[in-house]
């Protein structure tokens, strides 16, 4: 046993180590990494974004501005995921169930990047994996009230909505008027909707139809003061490794997201943030043999699992923290105002996403006074070779075309898009 334990180290130490050639910052050396911590915290040179740029491996024929749907990984990740994956394939059931400490220093790495320990963080494969596990975790009694918004994202409406069939909860719904710039407004319309029977409020951290940033911390706050017993949920799908905070700051009870995303780690990889009082109480979606322990892992138990992708996630820490989240925040932010200064001034063009930096970020949206949101995706891709995406609220109230950089994205391609935008507003 101690023999094979020894191979089966020895195995996946070699993975880790296996040499890459620099210009792959993670396998920087000591000296590279300096640099990139002497830049300045914001530095919009060409030269530092092109080199970033190179780290990928994305089309150069179609400009990706639909980042926010999944992101791609940089080559240094895809590098190690191969790697992971070819070691596993020479003897998978071997290093299957025996990469314990890689996975564990993974969580370490996950919890230092959200500030909170790694005893509340469970690796799994996404945001709708988190979300299900707390909604299906908790036991409800009938009349037991949520509060969402009609903004949400739709499959963690639509599970909310199973819940109300199955156990009898009522789904109190905000709407929002997108885009909302008022704190105050905001908190208010989440407080005024506590009532005695408040179960669970719902928070979407950046929403995905405008990337409207909703004051999480501001909100749980007023909330808890309100009843410290209400559980507060965070959809966190596009905020985490995309704006600088730390999920212990935002006081919530638990927060989701994916991996794949704003990381940009392997595809199927996401996260759960349980505060560590909150663990005991919530049922593991997948069975578990001790469904009320205190340990964060009985969320992580589904089977056979895809671990080279989440050994992998490692690598995407350290390109993210080469970076840097201030760094990284302020490019996307300055990605999105760059193409929106361009086009806001235009007849017929409808800028839908809040200019101020506290309320957006990367995402942003617009839509066309003179033409569908869905004549103007296609012509994008087809006449300019522009991808983005179309979106919508559950009430139609709100309809536009979300535009997603991320941190490859070259201003010729926002360009691009500037160029349609304009030529298609006077179609
Ligand atoms: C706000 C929000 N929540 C949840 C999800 C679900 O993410 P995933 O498909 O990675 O589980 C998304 C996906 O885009 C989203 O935008």
Known sequence: MTNRRNFLKKGCLAAASTAFTFPHFSHATEKELNLWKKLPRFNNDDFLWDWVRNEYSVSSTIANLNNGSVSPQPKVVQEVLEHYTREFNTIPSMYMWSEGDTSNAVRVQLAALAGCSPEEIAVNRNTTEALNTVIWGMNYNKGDEIILTEQDYTSVMNTWQEAE?????????????????????????????????????????????????????????????????????????????????????????????????????????????????????????????????????????????NLPAELSIARAIDFHKAIGIERKEARLRYLKDYWISKVHDIPNVEIKTSMKPEFACALGSFSLKNMPDGEVVQKLLKNYQVHVTQKGDKTGKFHGMRVTPHIYTKTEELDRLVKGIQELSRA
């Open 165 to 305: 069939a199955r156990y009898g909860v009522v789904l109190k719904w905000l709407s929002l008027d997108l885009p909302v710039e008022d704190d105050e407004e905001i908190v208010n319309a989440y407080t005024q909707a506590v009532t005695d029977r408040t179960k669970v409020v719902m928070i979407t951290h950046v929403n995905n139809i405008n990337g409207n940033i909703l004051p999480v911390k501001k909100i749980t706050a007023a909330i808890k003061d309100i009843n410290p017993a209400i559980k507060v949920l965070v959809d966190g799908a596009h905020s985490f490794a995309h704006i600088d905070f730390k999920i212990s700051e935002l006081g919530c009870d638990f927060y989701g997201t994916s991996l794949h995303k704003w990381l940009c780690a392997p595809f199927g990889t996401g996260m759960l943030y349980v505060k560590k009082s909150e663990i005991q109480g919530l049922w593991p979606l997948f069975t578990h043999v001790d469904p009320q322990s205190d340990n964060i892992n009985k969320f992580a138990t589904f089977g056979t699992r």
